[in-house]
């Protein structure tokens, strides 16, 4: 065991050195960038190495720290470089404009039906697609205040875990609807992400 | 179980708050750099931004750089982020959390100056990210291989089973420290300090200074 860890960390710590030096000799900002998300994912590998559950627990917020990390410096590279607003029209194709309420009613009665995770991720497919088809005056204020309601009876969901055991089923129901609506809000979101200004 | 075996530079613990196996611990030492950045954290609320003046060389002209409206709200909100993360950090009793709060505050420290419309400032920042997130492998892979090597990261245990920590997973944290936050890369803290703005600027100092008095604690207990 301890020897295939060994073995394992030897090619991890390969695979970082030739991003190190990649980093080091890379010179366009862009690229240096990319490569260093990469050194990021070599260092999930050299924790997922360890092969536990609390291995698997590290993972997740070492995952959150590089993309934030991440999201952060893409940003700045794109204002430093004065990149924000698009430069190409959006896709415009006529079935755009006539599909998508189908479609998107089909996906989040669906995605109703699979509830959590699951279903807010399809339900979300949904309303991205309605949002990018449809074009359309955004209600983001109101996307995020159902997003922030649904994180709050998420958290009291898990109150209820912790505190009062007894009342589980009733902590799944709430947990349950407020991860659909959550998932799907944020996902929405995404639609909406493409030809308008300050988006 | 609450008590530092080996007590290190911290002196023995003053509070202890047990969350399962994670203890968050007071020593006289880390309650002194935690109550120095909590008044810094008040400052940074409560103070109006400086006003940086720039002199025209050759000239007699000086003008003065004001921070104002959306920059001033996001600029203070990341200082009091950055302030609550090293806070964070100085009070944490396990390596991992330890670690990803120093990280956190590499990435308050970055959005600090973000917000400033300045070409320069802009590309420190970016440097300066490129810098952290490469730290983020020996820092992570540090705490990883403490993992691996004793079974546990909490600080308590650690300093439990003495030179438990192997001084490669050491060394990988310091080196991970100090590109998160501090000395080696002082050349592009320096333009960083262009961007206008004493106390949000100066969060940018107080907290790589703190997460290295901090780290130096961690490194002689355990």
Not at chain 1, 33 to 57: F, G, K, M, P
Not at chain 2, 88 to 115: E, H, P, Q, W, Y
Request: charged fraction near 15%; proline fraction near 3%; aromatic fraction near 12%.
């Amino acid at each position: 065991m301890m020897e295939e860890y060994a073995i394992g960390l030897a090619v991890a710590f390969i695979a970082v050195i030739i991003t190190f030096v990649a980093a080091i000799r890379e010179k366009n900002d862009i690229h240096r960038l990319i490569i260093a998300d990469l050194a990021e994912v070599s260092v999930l590998v050299v924790i997922a190495l360890i092969a536990t559950d609390l291995a698997e627990a590290l993972i997740i917020p070492g995952l959150v720290v590089g993309i934030s990390e991440l999201m952060a410096l893409s940003e700045i590279y794109l204002t430093r470089e004065g990149l924000n607003n698009p430069v190409h029209k959006p896709f415009r194709i006529e079935v755009l404009d006539t599909a998508p309420t189908i479609i998107a009613v089909i996906l989040v009665l669906y995605g109703i039906v699979l509830s959590g995770f699951t279903g807010g991720a399809v339900a979300g497919t949904g309303v991205i697609f309605y949002f990018m088809g449809k074009r359309h005056a955004e209600r983001f204020a109101l996307i995020e205040a159902v997003s922030g309601y649904a994180w709050a009876l998420w958290i009291v969901a898990f109150f209820i875990f912790m505190v009062m055991p007894e009342y589980w089923f009733f902590a799944v129901m709430l947990a349950g609807g407020a991860i659909l609506a959550k998932v799907t809000a944020k996902m929405s979101l995404i639609g909406t992400m493409r030809g308008e200004k300050d988006v | 179980m609450f008590e530092l075996s080996s007590s290190g530079v911290g002196g023995q613990e003053l509070f202890v708050l047990p969350f399962g196996d994670i203890v968050d611990y007071f020593t006289p030492y880390t309650g002194a750099l935690f109550l120095f950045a909590l008044v810094f954290t008040l400052i940074c609320i409560f103070s109006k931004p400086e006003k940086q003046l720039d002199v025209v060389f050759g000239t007699d002209a000086i003008y003065a750089k004001e921070v104002t409206g959306k920059e001033l709200h996001f600029r203070r909100f990341m200082a009091i982020a950055c302030g609550l993360a090293t806070m964070g950090a100085v009070t944490s009793g396990d390596v991992f959390n330890f670690t990803l709060f120093v990280s956190l505050v590499g990435v308050c420290i970055i959005g600090i100056v973000a917000a400033v419309k300045s070409k320069h400032v802009l590309n420190a920042a970016f440097n300066y990210g490129i810098i952290s997130m490469l730290a983020t492998v020996p820092l992570f892979g540090g705490a990883a291989i403490t993992l691996a090597a004793t079974g546990t990261l909490s600080i308590w245990e650690l300093a439990a089973i003495a030179p438990a920590m192997p001084w490669i997973a050491k060394a990988l944290i310091l080196v991970g420290v100090m590109g998160e936050g501090i000395a080696p890369f002082y050349a592009a803290k320096a333009e960083l300090f262009r961007a206008p703005g004493a106390p949000y600027v100066i969060m940018i100092h107080v907290s790589s200074l703190l997460m290295f008095l901090r780290v130096v604690e961690i490194m002689l207990t355990v």
